[in-house]
């Protein structure tokens, strides 16, 4: 049984984490979050210890550490920003490190990760559980068969992802790009990690749009053109998930082919967490691609709406 800490309890993703605890058999010693309503935890470790003051949950970890108790790895469900600094806190406590995506913002905080690393004999692990998906897992190997027989075959992909969200999130830090990253980072992290890993590595990337709701643009990759559309604005959706009154739209083309995925996501985090514990798991280098991609879409000058740009873009209202 490993011990854990988290930090984050009270995020939207965190009961994913505690569940991955749990269904693995392990056991979740403390956790730290500045908001206190965190009553979810009474459904998987009531025991733990809580603490909504870091200060304090340092003390906590530092004590356990020196009394040969500490934590075996901390899961990290914190905003976007603080991750490379709950990472460093995490590694330097002799803990393995389990992390959210973005595992960080930008490319060279990677770098020093990876110094860091060295030194404390420890590892950082990102949730790339797109990676673990069934029909993902399928798409990659069918494009390994066609890649088999023409090796320079470039598909035609198209990503639209629209996930609707009301007015507090502008007033959290995901409306901050300083904080969140920005759209493309907030909602497209994975995606652009799922398509790079599949389709090889970045030739170019061009942006036609990006504001505070929606990004667009073209991405090379090695084996695709991927022309994309991310927005967390409620009037980009189409006609047919309005009239189904759905505040979410998901779909991938390739080469004109729809590929479903939009089911399946209920146990990755415990898969995930399961692989990092069999000494599998995606760490620093696996992630690099896709924080290099969005960390280049978000300083990125847009073209505006010119050459071949996703059809969707015509649904921002200027």
């Given at each position: 049984?490993?011990?854990?800490?988290?930090?984050?309890?009270?995020?939207?993703?965190?009961?994913?984490?505690?569940?991955?605890?749990?269904?693995?058999?392990?056991?979740?010693?403390?956790?730290?979050?500045?908001?206190?309503?965190?009553?979810?935890?009474?459904?998987?470790?009531?025991?733990?210890?809580?603490?909504?003051?870091?200060?304090?949950?340092?003390?906590?970890?530092?004590?356990?550490?020196?009394?040969?108790?500490?934590?075996?790895?901390?899961?990290?469900?914190?905003?976007?920003?603080?991750?490379?600094?709950?990472?460093?806190?995490?590694?330097?406590?002799?803990?393995?490190?389990?992390?959210?995506?973005?595992?960080?913002?930008?490319?060279?905080?990677?770098?020093?990760?990876?110094?860091?690393?060295?030194?404390?004999?420890?590892?950082?692990?990102?949730?790339?559980?797109?990676?673990?998906?069934?029909?993902?897992?399928?798409?990659?190997?069918?494009?390994?068969?066609?890649?088999?027989?023409?090796?320079?075959?470039?598909?035609?992909?198209?990503?639209?992802?629209?996930?609707?969200?009301?007015?507090?999130?502008?007033?959290?830090?995901?409306?901050?790009?300083?904080?969140?990253?920005?759209?493309a980072t907030n909602i497209g992290v994975h995606f652009f990690d799922?398509?790079?890993?599949?389709?090889?590595?970045?030739?170019?990337?061009?942006?036609?749009?990006?504001?505070?709701?929606?990004?667009?643009?073209?991405?090379?990759?090695?084996?695709?053109?991927?022309?994309?559309?991310?927005?967390?604005?409620?009037?980009?959706?189409?006609?047919?998930?309005?009239?189904?009154?759905?505040?979410?739209?998901?779909?991938?083309?390739?080469?004109?082919?729809?590929?479903?995925?939009?089911?399946?996501?209920?146990?990755?985090?415990?898969?995930?967490?399961?692989?990092?514990?069999?000494?599998?798991?995606?760490?620093?280098?696996?992630?690099?691609?896709?924080?290099?991609?969005?960390?280049?879409?978000?300083?990125?000058?847009?073209?505006?709406?010119?050459?071949?740009?996703?059809?969707?873009?015509?649904?921002?209202?200027?």
């Amino acid at each position: 049984m490993k011990k854990f800490g988290l930090i984050g309890v009270a995020g939207y993703i965190a009961p994913r984490h505690l569940r991955a605890i749990k269904d693995t058999e392990n056991t979740l010693l403390c956790a730290l979050d500045p908001n206190d309503s965190v009553g979810v935890m009474d459904s998987y470790f009531p025991n733990a210890d809580f603490f909504t003051e870091f200060e304090r949950f340092d003390r906590h970890i530092d004590k356990l550490r020196r009394k040969k108790e500490g934590v075996d790895f901390i899961s990290i469900c914190s905003p976007n920003y603080l991750h490379d600094s709950h990472i460093r806190f995490g590694l330097r406590n002799n803990a393995n490190v389990i992390c959210e995506k973005p595992l960080v913002l930008n490319p060279w905080n990677l770098d020093a990760l990876e110094t860091i690393e060295k030194e404390t004999q420890r590892k950082v692990y990102n949730i790339l559980q797109l990676r673990l998906h069934e029909s993902i897992l399928a798409l990659k190997r069918k494009i390994q068969q066609a890649l088999q027989k023409e090796p320079n075959k470039v598909f035609d992909v198209d990503l639209t992802y629209i996930t609707s969200r009301g007015k507090w999130y502008f007033i959290s830090w995901k409306g901050d790009i300083t904080k969140s990253g920005g759209v493309a980072t907030n909602i497209g992290v994975h995606f652009f990690d799922m398509l790079s890993w599949i389709f090889g590595e970045v030739r170019d990337s061009q942006v036609h749009l990006l504001d505070a709701q929606s990004a667009s643009g073209i991405l090379e990759l090695k084996h695709a053109r991927v022309r994309w559309f991310l927005s967390v604005d409620s009037t980009t959706l189409p006609k047919e998930a309005l009239e189904q009154n759905k505040r979410t739209f998901r779909l991938i083309s390739i080469n004109g082919e729809s590929v479903e995925f939009s089911e399946g996501f209920t146990d990755l985090h415990a898969q995930s967490y399961c692989d990092i514990l069999k000494g599998g798991g995606f760490g620093l280098q696996d992630a690099k691609p896709s924080i290099q991609i969005v960390h280049q879409i978000r300083n990125t000058e847009p073209l505006g709406l010119v050459g071949d740009y996703h059809p969707f873009c015509k649904t921002i209202s200027k």
